[in-house]
Nanobody, 125 residues
Framework: VRLVESGGGPVQPGGSLRLSCEIS?????????IAWFRQAPGKEREVVMC???SYVDSVRGRFVISTNRAKSTVYLQMNSLKPEDTAVYFC???????????????????????WGQGTQVTVSS
């Protein structure tokens, strides 16, 4: 299973970006649990969202996950971006096993088998 990310880049504070994560296993796309993580310089990788749940208080109401099943793609729409959102963003997939995968209560990187290559988001004036 391959995850290919796109959509990062520089943006001014208050701006928006949409990250994309295309998943190669299109036949079972709906059975994967998809999360977005981010890692800022000198910090640990943290989960931002998993499926449609937010795990960082500061992104609630600003970040939204959506999907396009026809394209086997998950999107992270990021609005009202702040300098503290600057990080490398990763999408990650948890594989199904007999039943569709679900997001853990407290997702951590080791819960996900497949990872995108990461895309840099830089919020700066």
């Amino acid at each position: 299973v391959r995850l290919v990310e796109s959509g990062g880049g520089p943006v001014q504070p208050g701006g928006s970006l949409r990250l994309s994560c295309e998943i190669s296993d299109s036949q079972y796309f709906d059975n994967y649990a998809i999360a977005w993580f981010r890692q800022a310089p000198g910090k640990e990788r943290e989960v931002v969202m998993c499926d449609r749940l937010s795990y960082v208080d500061s992104v609630r109401g600003r970040f939204v996950i959506s999907t396009n099943r026809a394209k086997s793609t998950v999107y992270l729409q990021m609005n009202s971006l702040k300098p503290e959102d600057t990080a490398v963003y990763f999408c990650a997939a948890r594989a199904p096993f007999l039943v569709p995968a679900q997001c853990p209560d407290h997702p951590k990187p080791s819960d996900f088998e497949y990872w995108g290559q990461g895309t840099q988001v830089t919020v700066s004036s």
